[in-house]
């Protein structure tokens, strides 16, 4: 059973940088698959901020484009999100997923989630 | 972007009852449709992937079709479990995106 885990700083100042890592066990990142970002803010919805595969190769929302970062280190069986000057539109739970490689792009395993609020 | 519109925003159904919640496309996205169930608190759980297929572990109450621009999840007999907010995702083509979900409320 694949296991992922989200850490961070639960606060973030606005105009600062979000930083999030994603913990992967019983399952080698090298091995395959993408491992992606989506966060929801407070009582909405849900928005897929990225992907990554385990080569480096990543994808982003254009919304968010110009401000995020998606790393891997398989050394670590982690991956990372960086997202640049915050505001509050922001302040969301963030979920770490693994993608399926398949033509039909789903997650089927998410991480249980860690609320990034952005606040002075 | 491709636009997912989901109906209704809520419902309210009885223990037993069949529900149906529908997403619907903004372009042909063939069968590349997905469908999550969220619990208040929790990361969301996928549930049927590729319009009709049934994730491992998922009961068979749970069902989807469609295709195109046209989808539809459908619950029957309807258990105290299944009280949740549900989400259809499209992944036919980035940026990936959900629908606005529906919240299954108990009547």
Redesign the interface.
Known sequence: QVQLQESGPGLVKPSETLSLTCAVSDYSISSGYYWGWIRQPPGKGLEWVGSIYHTGSTFYNPSLKSRVTISVDTSKNQFSLKLTSVTAADTAVYYCARRVVTAIRYFDYWGQGTLVTVSS | ?IQMTQSPSSLSASVGDRVTITCRISQNID??L?W?QQKPG?????LI??ASSL?SGVPSRFSGSGSGTDFTLTISNLQPEDFATY?C?Q??S????????TKVEIK
Do not use: E, I, W
């Open positions: 972007d069968r590349h997905n999550y929790k990361a969301p759980k996928l992937y590729a994730q989400y995702q992944g036919y980035t940026p990936l995106t959900f629908g606005g979900g």
